[in-house]
């Protein structure tokens, strides 16, 4: 069901940090109808009311899931709230967009899969990095195979920001690397290892280094923090015949290609080095292609609603959502496996002198 000039009548589950964004592109849109918008604080309630007066503002989340005439909830609620949330919407027979992570276990998060597609309901993890032109060219690169073939990826998401106390910094931002990783890469790796530091809050990791390696011997390495003095949003990408660079938070090289790299003569001794092959340097051009970049959370919500309408599968959904939560998962498990993590204010290996 839609409203009668096509557009999917739609709540919002959520209006915090993340959830004014969604507000904004809901409002945006020409293919929702944003009906209300549910949220305990006063204090979103009145952001609400502030910038979008007339539009139903609410405390309480019941009338959504016993509406006939909402077909889709966009959740943004905390992250150990997402399976709740979502299941709620669900079994209420409604679609529904899940912000990042889809939930807090790969058990959950398959539950609701397999419940959308046994009621026929579009249910999205909200990816949005699966939108980004950047990230799109460098999947095309890859699969094209200029890149040559792919020998390690690593990514850097730190930041003096947010601190978050529902989730540590593992669940608050690897989802974006590792579906970014997963999407180029298109499998899971088969062995994961991490540590990580506890600086601020009990049982939360503040920082944490993890390393990936699938099954065709890449490897990926992810360093998150949000107790760093530089705001770095990179992945690097080193193939056998070039390397890339993409940097989200720059405006005018967020994709750099070096045309360069090292080559083995297999046929040809290192005089120098009689027991090793001669190795050679390339150095070529170092190219900023021009990519046009629509928002990518426009894009992701304009993709989620099509799949309303159109009884799609999501990018984002499905076996990629619970791939996703199953990887961060098996990294949690390594984070205090040999030895506990101390927690704020202990003296040791991990922890703050």
Request: proline share 5%.
């Amino acid at each position: 069901m839609t409203s009668h000039d096509g557009r999917v009548r739609t709540a919002l589950l959520g209006c915090g940090y993340w959830g004014k964004n969604l507000l904004r592109v809901l409002m945006e849109s020409r293919d929702a109808q944003l009906l209300v918008v549910v949220d305990p604080s006063p204090a979103a309630q009145q952001y609400v009311s502030s910038r979008h007066p007339g539009l139903r503002v609410s405390g309480d989340e019941s009338h959504i899931f016993d509406s006939d005439s909402i077909d889709a909830v966009v959740i943004a609620t905390p992250a150990k709230d997402h399976y709740r949330a979502a299941r709620l919407a669900l079994r209420a027979g409604k679609h529904a967009f899940v912000e990042k992570p889809l939930a807090t276990s790969a058990g959950e998060a398959q539950e609701l899969v397999d419940y959308a597609r046994e009621k026929g309901l579009a249910l999205m993890a909200g990816h949005t990095f699966l939108f980004n032109s950047a990230v799109n060219y460098l999947k095309d690169m890859i699969d094209s195979g200029s890149l040559g073939d792919v020998r390690y990826v690593y990514s850097r998401r730190l930041n003096l920001g947010i601190v978050r106390s529902d989730v540590n910094v593992l669940w608050n931002l690897a989802p974006h690397d590792v579906s970014i990783i997963q999407y180029w890469l298109e499998s899971e790796p088969e062995t994961v290892s991490a540590v990580g530091g506890i600086y601020l809050q009990p049982s939360l990791e503040d920082v944490v280094f993890s390393t990936l390696r699938f099954r065709e011997g890449q490897l990926a390495n992810i360093h998150l923090s949000w107790l760093d003095p530089h705001k770095v949003r990179t992945v690097t990408v080193v193939g056998s015949r070039k390397m890339v660079v993409l940097d989200d938070a720059s405006t005018e090289a967020r994709v750099v290609i070096y045309d360069m790299g090292v080559d083995i003569s297999t046929g040809t001794k290192d005089t120098d080095n009689p027991g090793g092959f001669l190795v050679s340097h390339r150095y070529g051009d170092t190219i900023i292609p021009k990519i046009p970049y629509p928002e990518p959370l426009a894009r992701e919500m304009a993709h989620f609603l099509d799949c309303v309408r159109l009884g799609s599968e999501p990018i984002s959904g499905g076996q990629h959502a619970v791939s996703v939560v199953r990887t961060i998962e098996r990294i949690q498990a390594e984070l205090h496996k040999g030895w506990p993590a101390p927690e704020p204010g202990e003296r040791g290996r991990n922890a703050a002198e």
